[in-house]
């Protein structure tokens, strides 16, 4: 070789090493951006389960929205030590559940999964794009399980903002938020949706006229793969059916919903009861739960932060008092698991927010301020037309009438106007200036950050409306 | 498979890597063949390749026969030249011209029939008919026949190594938008191996992605305003018709050029450079300047193949002559010139497609300024002398650009109405009052957001700088000479810039270029 040669080869090898770290350097930013960019918003997709070091959680609750919106894992955590996360979410498929569930039992064999069957009486693989980026995006990006379910059910031509989900969330530059950039997730429910909105259902009082209905070709093949996989690999099993599913929306009575459920509900005893599964079947036997179909339901499928507690206190003793403790331990004192007690602290507050944010009747506003407000020190302004009260951290420090106020609290000066609309600034700046009815705004930290401002009324017909201000800024 | 698509990216990286591995004989069989499998990706494939491959099998064969080098009788050197060149044309003319056809045909002979009920006759016209043309039917045919008037004039020797030829049609980077390349430009690539050049890869690549940034953060998101203006310009006249048609020069620039420097930069991978199609038309200080810089292989293909031969022709020699007699020599002699000028703008309108709002707006309308242009020249330079102009300045030079600028945007105009008559009537919106677009809410209201909009203008702003910058030296090179993290953080910055502030994805639709239809 000569030296011609030879400085041609080494020009070449110095190229392709400087390719090498560059390519390296474009991937690095590239991981980070894609943490960035990613949508944190949806309170379907704040779960870090993956993040988790593995083998963390003993129980992993699976299935659709009720599940997400009926089962708090730091509250199990709380009262009977039991390591959980919830990674259910918005309309989860049997097959969606069927590859996140293997994930979960390759990564960390939990020991029991509880998984929720109202999902079982649909008959597709995927109901739409947006609810599969809820399970794909939070599986592991080179997970073999991830590709595999985005290779079962998205034709190829639409698998991009899957494989590379930059090129979907890309488009949230303009909403970026300080959050975005920090390690984690701030807000980590281990899974759980909290909605403090409380409407009435009516319980559908007909039985059904079959004893059971059979489960569709996909829930069936999906079902049967998923039973498998927990024989298999020794996991425990247990199902659920949660109660009211289709019962009631907006006032109108779904009984062939309903119908169609029950006997789904029905079948799915007889499946479990033949693959030596347990199944809590809460559709045909609401009373387990106490549940007061007045107040502790968001709507005709899902549960409210009312009937979650009671869900949530229901499968924890359900787990404490069937599993043995060897299988699932009470992990409390454990210093590995000192996070979930940090967690606990943080998600106190959340709850508290999440209820009061999304809250539409002032009974139970006043309620969630009293009791999940309870050792936060919130600083609450409440005024109406003849009423006007602040309060911090439950002591009241002022009360008056219908006159106009002025007063200093919690290093704010709040100038209140009575009336027929009331108004209230803070420091100057309008906090609340809504139609008649009680009005509230609350603030954390003794004052210091603004958490909700909501006004309570009664619509033309009479019926209780509330009214939520700078719901966006949190 | 798109151009502005990851398969697209995957398909020249794998392309690229392979390519270099072989020796020089396999390389121009790797490229044909990924053109091939390239093309079989497209809407029609098989379409594509029976006609590309006709049409190339029947140029190979013409140009061996009709090659002036090689004895043989002029007469069937003639026959098969002229028969290879209107069977080329025949197909294009019945791919994409065939609903222009018909409607000359409805002109001139109308069809009669009888009215449904009353039996009373009734004109009615041949329906259109829905044939999808082969893949950049417009750029290779022209590309082809290049090949094939060269050979016949004797400018170069036939090809008589099938593969060069075939890889001279089929070659994937050209196949979509052009540009029309020479053969003679792109044999000596196709002779010799083509070695693996760091430096030119990267710089391939870094024009590759300054193409998608230019279709993904400036022409899309342009396409959104002009899009609301152009589909409702009764509600959106006055000022939204001009911000509107200067817009769409953005858009169409950015949407062409972009799609240009995509396939170049995939081809400068590839080692082998092709012809440039623009250079920095938007500084053009007039009408002919900026044909100069703009599609500049399209107006290149005419003026040899089309302006050139005819002003030498003998029809063009002898209504000269006649002109001469008739006006004077000064004179006479532009008649012959213009007559061929006329033809070529038709030609060049008429091959944006088979509807008039192109021969007008691609066409006529530019031939009509440079002809004023040219015979006013005397007339601007008496009153620039007599109203001490200095015309040297970097004002005049302002605003001879801005002049230029909204003159093509006269022509732009019908190009992107559905129709002449919308044209026409988009330019009488123009002229009554509405400056809303002069207000933020007026801005926000056509469909971008005040940070889109403030984006648009940031990458705008920057394509000025750039193009700034090309004018007076080669930008790769510029780029190539600065130190490694310069480069690298120019590098990154474009490609994450792209990532992020472009639109695509799901809720878009950036496969498309403008130029990709004709």
């Keep these: 070789m000569d030296s011609k040669d030879s400085n041609s080869v080494k020009h070449i090898l110095f190229a392709l090493i400087r390719t090498a770290l560059f390519i390296a350097l474009a991937a690095l930013i590239f991981v980070l951006l894609s943490h960035v960019m990613k949508n944190k918003d949806d309170e379907e997709l704040t779960g870090a389960y993956f993040d988790y070091p593995k083998g963390t959680f003993d129980v992993v609750f699976l299935g659709p929205s009720v599940m997400h919106y009926g089962v708090y894992p730091l509250e199990l955590w709380e009262n009977y030590g039991i390591a959980s996360y919830n990674m259910s979410s918005a309309n989860q498929t049997v097959p969606e559940t069927y590859y996140l569930l293997k994930e979960i039992i390759e990564r960390d064999h939990p020991k029991l999964i509880v998984y929720d069957t109202t999902i079982f009486k649909e008959d597709f693989k995927i109901q739409n794009y947006a609810n599969l980026h809820f399970v794909a995006d939070r599986m592991p990006y080179f997970s073999e399980n991830r590709k595999a379910m985005i290779e079962d059910m998205i034709p190829e031509e639409d698998r991009e903002e899957f494989e590379i989900p930059m090129t979907l969330y ?69 199902f659920t059916t949660f109660p009211i599913a289709g019962t009631s929306d907006n006032a109108s009575i779904h009984t062939e919903e309903y119908q169609t459920s029950v006997r789904t509900a029905l079948f799915v005893d007889i499946i479990a009861q033949f693959h030596g599964f347990t199944h809590i079947n809460f559709l045909c036997h609401p009373e387990y739960l106490n549940l007061d179909t007045q107040r502790d339901t968001r709507d005709g499928h899902h549960l409210n932060v009312l009937g979650g507690e009671k869900m949530t206190a229901f499968l924890g003793a359900y787990i404490r008092n069937n599993y043995d403790a060897e299988l699932i331990p009470d992990r409390r004192g454990d210093q590995s698991y000192a996070f979930m007690d940090k967690a606990l602290g943080k998600y106190k507050e959340v709850k508290l927010r999440r209820s009061l944010i999304t809250c539409n009747r002032q009974a139970l506003y006043e309620e969630f301020l009293a009791r999940l407000g309870a050792g936060q020190d919130l600083l609450v302004v409440k005024a109406s037309a003849n009423e006007v009260s602040i309060s911090r951290g439950g002591e009241v420090l002022y009360a008056g009438g219908a006159e106009p106020v002025t007063i200093s609290a919690g290093g704010k000066q709040f100038e209140i106007t009575p009336g027929e609309t009331t108004t209230v600034k803070a420091d100057g700046a309008l906090v609340s200036q809504n139609r008649a009815g009680t009005q509230f705004i609350v603030y954390k930290d003794g004052g210091k950050k603004l958490s909700d401002s909501v006004c309570f009324g009664v619509n033309e017909s009479g019926a209780e409306i509330s009214r939520h201000m700078f719901n966006e800024d949190y | 498979m798109g151009l502005v698509t990851l398969e697209f990216i995957e398909f020249c990286i794998v392309v690229t890597a392979v390519y270099y591995f072989l020796p020089g004989i396999l390389q121009n069989l790797w490229l044909l063949g990924v053109s091939v499998y390239y093309i079989l990706q497209s809407e029609a494939p098989v379409r594509t390749l029976i006609f590309l491959g006709g049409v190339t099998v029947i140029v190979y064969l013409a140009g061996l026969a009709a090659d002036q080098s090689r004895e043989g009788r002029s007469t069937l050197k003639k026959a098969v030249f002229l028969a290879a060149l209107l069977a080329c044309l025949g197909f294009l003319l019945y791919f994409k011209y065939q609903n222009f056809l018909i409607d000359v045909l409805n002109l001139v002979s109308p069809v009669k029939s009888a009215a449904a009920g009353t039996g009373a006759a009734v004109v009615s016209g041949r329906p259109h008919v829905s044939i999808a043309a082969p893949l950049g039917i417009s750029f290779y045919t022209l590309q082809l026949l290049g090949y094939l008037i060269d050979v016949y004039t004797g400018k170069y020797q036939a090809e008589r190594n099938p593969l060069k030829i075939a890889l001279f049609g089929l070659y994937f980077p050209q196949l979509t938008s052009g540009p029309i390349n020479r053969y003679n430009d792109l044999e000596p690539y196709f002779a010799a191996r083509r070695k693996f050049d760091p430096e030119g890869i990267a710089a391939g690549a870094l024009r590759f992605v300054w193409g998608l940034f230019k279709k993904l953060v400036i022409s899309e998101r342009a396409a959104v305003l002009v899009n609301t203006i152009f589909g409702a310009y009764e509600y959106y006249n006055g000022l939204y018709i001009l911000f509107g ?178 044209a026409l009537g988009m330019y009488r919106s123009l002229f009554s009052w509405n400056a809303g677009i002069l207000t933020l809410s007026g801005l926000t209201g056509l469909g971008l957001d005040l940070q889109d909009i403030f984006v648009l203008v940031l990458a705008i702003i920057l394509l000025l700088f750039v193009e700034n910058i090309q004018q007076k030296t080669d930008i790769t090179k510029a780029i190539a000479a600065q130190n490694l993290p310069a480069r690298w953080m120019i590098c990154l910055g474009l490609v994450f810039a792209t990532m992020i502030f472009g639109m695509y994805g799901a809720n878009y639709d950036a496969a498309s270029f403008i130029y990709a239809n004709f």
Excluded at chain 1, 174 to 196: C, M, P, Q, S, V
Excluded at chain 2, 313 to 330: E, M, T, V, Y
Aim: aromatic content about 14%.
């Design chain 2, 245 to 422: 048609v200067s817009l769409f020069a953005v858009q169409l620039y950015t949407d062409f050029s972009g799609c240009m420097d995509i396939v170049m930069g995939a081809s400068k991978m590839l080692g082998i450079p092709m012809a440039e199609n623009f250079d920095t038309p938007v500084f053009s200080q007039s009408v002919t300047e900026f044909w100069r810089r703009w599609h500049i292989t399209l107006g290149t293909w005419f003026k040899d193949y089309v302006m050139y031969p005819l002003q030498k022709s003998n029809l063009l020699q002898a209504i000269g002559d006649k002109s001469k007699k008739a006006f004077g020599k000064k004179k006479g002699k532009k008649v012959p010139l213009y007559l061929a000028m006329l033809i070529l703008w038709l030609g060049v309108g008429f091959w944006h497609g088979g509807a008039i709002k192109y021969v007008i707006g691609s066409g006529v309308l530019h031939f009509t300024y440079i002809v004023i242009g040219r015979e006013c020249k005397p007339l601007f330079d008496k009153i620039a002398a007599l109203l001490h102009i200095d015309t040297e300045t970097a004002g005049f030079r302002l605003f001879r650009r801005v002049r230029t600028f909204f003159l093509v945007c006269s022509g732009f105009m019908f190009f992107r109405a559905d129709s002449v008559r919308m």
């Design chain 1, 170 to 238: 890309h488009q949230r530059w303009k909403n970026l938020k300080a959050e975005d950039f920090r390690k984690g997730y701030t807000e980590d429910t281990f899974g759980a949706k909290i909605i403090g909105e409380s409407n009435p259902v009516e319980l559908v009082s007909e039985t059904p006229t079959d004893p059971f209905t059979e489960l569709n070709d996909v829930p069936s093949t999906y079902v049967g793969m998923i039973m498998d996989l927990c024989k298999e690999t020794g996991t425990n099993l247990l």
